[in-house]
């Protein structure tokens, strides 16, 4: 046997399930190969730098998989429907008679693998989609009513138990080397048209082995202390693997692995007792699971829909000019500025700044999620519809387990509490940078005169009346 490997998103070689039953099943070697797909990413707005990241991660997936003599084919597809025909006929032209991917669970995404799953049927190659991108595979967990859980507490025990029951974390076995390489590997694009990051690509190192690399030292250095770290932008508290989950250099299963091995010294289970800060980000992690078995729970998420149905009676405020200005971080409230800021300078967003950029979008601005959901997906480096949708649709109030409608993050509260002394926003609010105390949080108290000086925007709405009439506008839709 011989087996072509599909890899998406999922560019690595350790503990890759689809990489991992190749190299076992094949007699007669593997292929890998791996398709630009310029319509579907351009449909699914896939941001620059994470394409950047993309690319440069593949050409370290190349030159792994060579020292496994496996050759890596990078082929081109202009539009989706072109990729079923494109695989069969590696297929045939390799002698190829089965095919391995990683599940990926979008609905779009799940369409396209049904198209390449009967032209392989109907081409005589055999198929194994497998479950990589989630620890369990969604749906295997459900409430006592054979339901999709709808809140994450639940959600979360229930997974836990799933685990330990079923020793979901042990690693795929590493893939074999093969006997011999079946065909020379294709050069691997540094760009593709249409899309330029004028992100510094230091940022994001690529490749699996600096994903391994972040995680061994988050874990070292870092997790015991995440539980109260984890929510000040100005500190490095976090681990920073999204970007490397969201295109699989690393795997869900591997992070919790290695926290749960930290954490082997815990009185009850590592997955939730022991340390605080490790059971915590094991929990956060969890977050991402909860939101992929959402996604195929309700696939409607996935398609511009609320979760909440009756919230799509919401009219939201139609303001370029506003929407226009929270792109660009000037929005007059300096904590909004300084993560939308972040965002478009680094590609990527502290999980506190997420919430309140998203919560002041749709309360304060009182305009659509699907539009903030659209731009974080344009910018962010960890772009992943399920995470996106779930975090936009939860600050929203109209997601799953969201926030209540009536608990809205004020975000000089927000400024106050988790940037007390205003580092980060003078990091990325310039023009506040020579203010002290408490007016880098609320500049607007400012005398006119001194205001004046700054250069920064005056707020666009006023956010105690705002917060308000967000409030009405959703308690409205409510009544009967
Ligand atoms: C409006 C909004 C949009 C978001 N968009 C995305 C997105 O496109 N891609 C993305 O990966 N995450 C998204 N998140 C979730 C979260 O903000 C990021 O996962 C987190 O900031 C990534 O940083 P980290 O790797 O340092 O996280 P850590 O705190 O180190 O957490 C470890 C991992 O757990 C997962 N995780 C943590 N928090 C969450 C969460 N709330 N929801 C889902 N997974 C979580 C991530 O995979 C993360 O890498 C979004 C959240 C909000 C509120």
Redesign the pocket.
Known sequence: MRTLVWFRSDLRTIDNAALSLATRQSTRGVVGVFIISPGEWRAHDVAPVKLDLMLRSLAVLRTSLEKLRIPLLVRRAETVGEIPSLLTALCVKHECDALTFNKEYEVNESRRDARVLAACKAAGVVTHACTDQSIIEPGEVRTGEGRFFTVYSPFKRAAYKFIQAHDSLRAHPAPKAQTSLVCKSDDVPTAIEGWHSDIDPALWPAGEQEAQRTLEQFIQHRSRSYKVD?DFPALPG?????PH??IGTTSPRQCVLAAYQANADAKGSPLDSGNEGLAQ?IS??L??EF?IHILVGYPRVCMHRAFQLPTEAIRWNDNPQHFEAWCQGKTGVPIVDAGMRQLRQTGWM??RL??VT?MYLTKNLFIDWKLGEKW??QH?V???LA??N???Q??ASTGTDAAPYFRIMNPVSQSQRFDPKGDFLRQFVPELAGLQGEAIHEPWELPGLLRSRLQYPEPLVDLSKTRQAAIDRFAAIKKP
């Open positions: 984890r976090t681990s920073a693997l999204s989950l969201a980000w956060e992690v977050w991402r939101y502290h999980n997420r919430m998203a974080f997906m962010l960890d772009g992943f995470s996106n779930g975090g936009w939860w600050s």
